[in-house]
């Protein structure tokens, strides 16, 4: 059963950083793309975007409105994927996802359960 | 970017309703185009993909249509199970973006 669960979340000043963490498993990790996506409460979802798979070099995209201050990174001799986010803005306030991309597809088919944070002083 | 509208945004329906939810991209998007359920608890599930494509695992009631700018998401006979946030996604031209989705309730 594939599985991604988000961690690391929480409340961050203005200006800080925040790095989050989903765990994978179920899957073979090294063969997928991976993604991030936030939500905004009452918002739509934004796609951050995804780092490619073992077969296209881990290579990363980014959306334009977060290139340049977030990361995307993983770890795959621990099934792990990582959203680096520095000088956060209140605006970065959402609840995270990660999902997955299936080969070969422009879709997510699992994501996981989301982590929330909030950007405030 | 391309903008994906979705109507209506909040939608009241009985069981056993036949519903249908729509989906227009600000251009072209050649079919590239997914539908995802969000439940209260915030958890995601792909619906449909490419269209018309059910994903495995989702009930037969759920259908998706459409082509070129416009889409549309039905549900044969709503269930209770199905109360949730719809939104649809374009894969066609990055940065890939999203509706802001239609909330279904239950009349």
């Known amino acids: 059963e594939v599985k991604l669960l988000e961690s690391g979340g929480g409340l961050v000043q203005p200006g800080g950083s925040m790095r989050l963490s989903c765990a994978a498993s179920g899957f073979t990790f090294t063969d997928f793309y991976m993604n991030w996506i936030r939500q905004p409460a009452g918002k739509a979802p934004e796609w951050l975007g995804f780092?490619?798979?073992?077969?296209?070099?881990?290579?990363?995209e980014y959306n334009p409105s977060v290139k340049g201050r977030f990361t995307i990174s993983r770890d795959n001799t621990q099934n792990m994927l990582y959203l680096q986010m520095n000088t956060l803005r209140a605006e970065d306030t959402a609840t995270y996802y990660c999902?997955?991309?299936?080969?070969?597809?422009?879709?997510?088919?699992?994501w996981g359960q989301g982590v929330m944070v909030t950007v405030s002083s | 970017d391309i903008k994906m509208t979705q109507s209506p945004s909040s939608l009241s329906a009985s069981l056993g309703e036949r519903v249908t939810i729509s989906c227009r991209a600000s251009?072209?998007?050649?079919?590239?185009l997914a539908w995802y359920q969000k439940k209260e608890d915030g958890s995601v599930k792909l619906l449909i993909y490419?269209?018309?494509n059910l994903q495995s695992g989702v009930p037969s009631r759920f259908s998706g249509s459409g082509s070129g700018k416009d889409y549309s998401l039905t549900i044969s006979g709503l269930e209770s199970e199905d109360i949730a946030t719809y939104y649809c996604?374009?894969?066609?031209?990055?940065?890939?973006?999203f509706g802001s989705g239609t909330k279904l309730e239950i009349k």
């Open positions: 780092i490619r798979n073992k077969a296209n070099g881990y290579t990363t």
């Open positions: 999902a997955r991309w299936p080969l070969g597809a422009h879709y997510f088919d699992y």
């Open positions: 490419y269209t018309s």
């Open positions: 251009e072209n998007i050649n079919n590239i």
């Open positions: 996604q374009q894969g066609y031209t990055p940065p890939l973006t």
